[in-house]
């Protein structure tokens, strides 16, 4: 193989390796920016502080006017997730809403501070998330409550230790919702 050939194929890789790590970045913004902060942190670059708690969610104009009950808004944070905070069984936790999670799917810390517990032998699935393939335990909770808006006897999984830093208010929440809209970066639910 000539040089030039070797060339153009190495050019070639390095496009095509690009495009998929731009196509990944764009739409897993939130591994790539923990990547890219865990990356200054360890270069000694300072990072901005983190906000300690999630967003109340806010009250829907239309709710406030007596509309439409049971109506919540949630901005958009700063790379773009939907994060507030919700009432599970009674207890607060801060989530993040996430369209393309099947289910409710709370970290094991969270779990744990709800009253959820889980043995070994309770993690009988697998899912598949940004950072790899984590075992779950299916449970099903009571009550969560966001707002004015509350579901009852919501499928879920707990993930396994260490596997998710942050409880996913998916699909078995958002799917019982008569209205789940994106409005510019506000998200609107509605009971």
Wanted: a neutral charge; glycine letters at 10%; proline letters at 5%.
């Amino acid at each position: 193989m000539s040089s030039a050939t070797a060339s153009l194929f190495a050019s070639i890789a390095l496009a095509t390796f690009g495009a998929m790590g731009l196509a990944y970045s764009l739409t897993h913004p939130g591994v790539v920016a923990a990547i890219a902060n865990r990356l200054l942190a360890e270069a000694g670059v300072p990072l901005p502080a983190k906000p300690t708690k999630a967003k109340e969610p806010v009250i829907d104009v239309e709710q406030a006017q007596g509309a439409r009950p049971g109506a919540v808004s949630i901005e958009a944070g700063a790379y773009g997730h939907f994060e507030t905070e919700a009432e599970i069984n009674g207890r607060s936790v801060d989530v993040m809403v996430d369209t393309g999670a099947s289910l409710v799917a709370l970290s094991y810390d969270d779990a744990e501070n709800l009253g959820i517990f889980v043995r070994p032998s309770d993690f009988t699935g697998v899912a598949k998330t940004a950072n790899g393939s984590a075992r779950v335990a299916p449970v099903t909770i009571s009550r969560i409550s966001i707002g004015d808006i509350t579901v009852r006897n919501v499928p879920a999984v707990v993930s396994e230790r260490g596997k998710s830093d942050r409880t996913l208010l998916g699909m078995s929440f958002l799917g019982r919702l008569s209205r789940v809209e994106m409005r510019g970066r506000t998200l609107v639910l509605q009971e």
